[in-house]
């Protein structure tokens, strides 16, 4: 085997597998947009203006609390429109626990 018939090789495994992970990454964010219009469909307007703050500065969140809601949604968990007050505290549960600092002073 020639070092041209190598290069080729070792190319179109390079291609292949570049686009096996673009077809995953496609499959992935279609199952995004699907999980983020349920999610949008049980938000109240206010809900869906905060939604979509959060993720354009927190996409990870927002895919988060998209996915909160939509298994809900599924459980039967909710039932009709979320308001913005109940948006916020959804957003309240999906922040890690802060741990106390205390300070003692000895003398």
Request: glycine letters at 0%; a negative charge; hydrophobic letters at 40%.
């Given at each position: 085997m020639s070092i041209e018939e190598?290069?080729?090789r070792k190319l179109?495994?390079?291609?292949?597998?570049?686009?096996?992970?673009?077809?995953?990454?496609q499959q992935l964010q279609q199952q995004i947009?699907?999980?983020?219009?349920?999610?949008?469909?049980?938000?109240?307007?206010?809900a869906i203006s905060r939604y979509g703050n959060i993720k354009a500065a927190h996409p990870e969140k927002a895919i988060q609390i998209?996915?909160?809601?939509a298994q809900g949604v599924n459980t039967g968990q909710i039932h009709g429109k979320i308001t913005d007050a109940?948006?916020?505290?959804?957003l309240l549960r999906l922040q890690p626990k802060?741990?106390?600092?205390?300070?003692?002073i000895r003398r």
């Open positions: 190598i290069k080729k179109q495994e390079l291609q292949d597998k570049i686009s096996a992970q673009a077809e995953d990454q947009e699907i999980v983020e219009n349920v999610a949008r469909q049980h938000l109240d307007a206010q998209a996915a909160l809601i109940q948006f916020k505290e959804l802060k741990q106390e600092t205390k300070i003692s």
